[in-house]
């Protein structure tokens, strides 16, 4: 979400250029270190900074996720370690402001108090606003009454991902076909405002749920006949346990191929190839929680993958990884168990080194098969 604060904002900046002594600000950038999708550590993040201001950022406000089971929810200690980073940014010279901000969880408005809400709010006195993130069910009563109860409290609201609102359209609120309500009514209804909603309407307009056709508008497309791995993943979240049995099905037949392809591939000349499928098995092995062993499980395929060196299977399984939209949390609890991973990984590993393409067909479908079952009652669980 970068905004230039140049006239390139107004559209009067010469052959797409900026004007000298101009810059960006990135009012949602996920820069501090070791906080949910900030970077691993300081020098991560003081690589970022550097990369930011190469391309043109002066201002970065840091939004870390600020929610109950995510980020941190103490405003104070991310203002703190927002000027921790400032120190760090000075010390090494990278001109860039950073400020203090968050990807606000709408749950926890209502539990953070005015002095609280104030740290994490930006703009001028009497215009503060606040980012606030869509939850992945999409807008909902809910969602409303947070916000309206920041407006209340003398906040504007700057909506995170509005494209999730896609599920107006898909629970058919907007028939395919029709044609979408003017922007500021279709503002009003959702609750936002009309910097959001273009945004939110540009991303509905690149998943194909809408088009836009001169005289008409916004058009609805038909959701069923979309392929887009954020339209998949929205019919996920709103169909639920059966659809997902459905794309992991998906999943599960390419398996067979992958395994096959991977061991007759596999030559004496591919040590390369070999040492990093044991490589990331040993990934796998090391890992010690669920979260790490369901990373280490994906890179894990990847490698699998390229050894089958088929890019167009390698683009199918990504389509189908993708899919899941960043919710893969949700089916973290199949990770629980370790043993039956490992076990799984090695006699896949054990086939594809051997050359045997049809012990290695049979042990990723029948791995892939049975993490599906425990994809599925993880998902249950969670839901």
């Known amino acids: 979400m970068k905004h230039p604060w140049s006239q390139r904002n107004h559209g009067i900046a010469a052959a797409g250029a900026d004007p000298p002594g101009m810059a960006y600000v990135d009012l949602h950038f996920h820069l501090l270190p070791g906080v949910d999708d900030g970077p691993a550590d300081m020098a991560a993040s ?9 391309d043109g950022t002066g201002t970065i406000v840091a939004t870390p996720h600020v929610r109950t089971d995510l980020g941190l929810t103490d ?146 497309c038909d959701p069923e006949g979309l392929t887009h791995p954020a339209v998949v993943e929205a019919l996920v979240r709103k169909l639920g346990p059966e659809f997902l049995v459905e794309l992991l099905e998906i999943r599960a037949a390419l398996g067979p191929l992958i395994g096959r392809l991977a061991a007759q591939r596999i030559t004496p000349d591919s040590e390369d190839v070999a040492e990093a499928l044991r490589a990331a098995l ?65 006699v896949i590993t054990e086939a594809v080194l051997a050359g045997d393409a049809a012990a290695a067909a049979t042990a990723v479908e029948a791995y892939l098969y049975a993490s599906a079952l425990r994809m599925v009652a993880a998902y249950r669980d969670g839901g």
């Not at 003081?46 to 190469?54: G, S, T």
């Open 46 to 54: 003081l690589d970022l900074a550097r990369r930011a201001v190469a």
């Open 75 to 220: 405003a104070v200690e991310l203002h703190a370690r927002v000027l921790q980073l400032r120190g760090a940014l000075a010390a090494a010279g990278i001109p860039i402001d950073v400020r203090c901000g968050a990807e606000l969880g709408h749950e926890m408005v209502a539990r953070l108090r005015q002095g609280e809400l104030d740290l994490l709010a930006q703009g001028p006195p009497g215009r503060r606003w606040i980012l606030v993130e869509t939850p992945f069910h999409g807008i909902g009563d809910d969602f409303h009454a947070a916000t309206s109860e920041l407006r209340d409290r003398g906040y504007g609201v700057l909506v995170a991902h509005p494209e999730r609102s896609a599920d107006a359209i898909l629970d058919g609120a907007f028939a395919p076909g029709s044609t979408l309500p003017p922007e500021r009514e279709l503002a009003e209804q959702l609750g936002v405002n009309r910097t959001s909603l273009r945004q939110g309407l540009a991303r509905l307009q690149q998943m194909g749920l809408i088009e836009t056709r001169h005289g008409s508008g916004n058009v609805v």
């Open 282 to 346: 040993t990934a796998v092995r090391e890992a010690d929680t669920a979260p790490a062993r369901q990373a280490a499980d994906l890179a894990y395929f990847r490698v699998l993958i390229h050894a089958s060196r088929n890019r167009a299977l390698g683009l199918l399984y990504r389509w189908v990884e993708h899919a899941f939209g960043g919710r893969e949390h949700e089916l973290t609890g199949a990770y629980d168990d370790a043993e039956p991973v490992i076990a799984d990984l090695e």
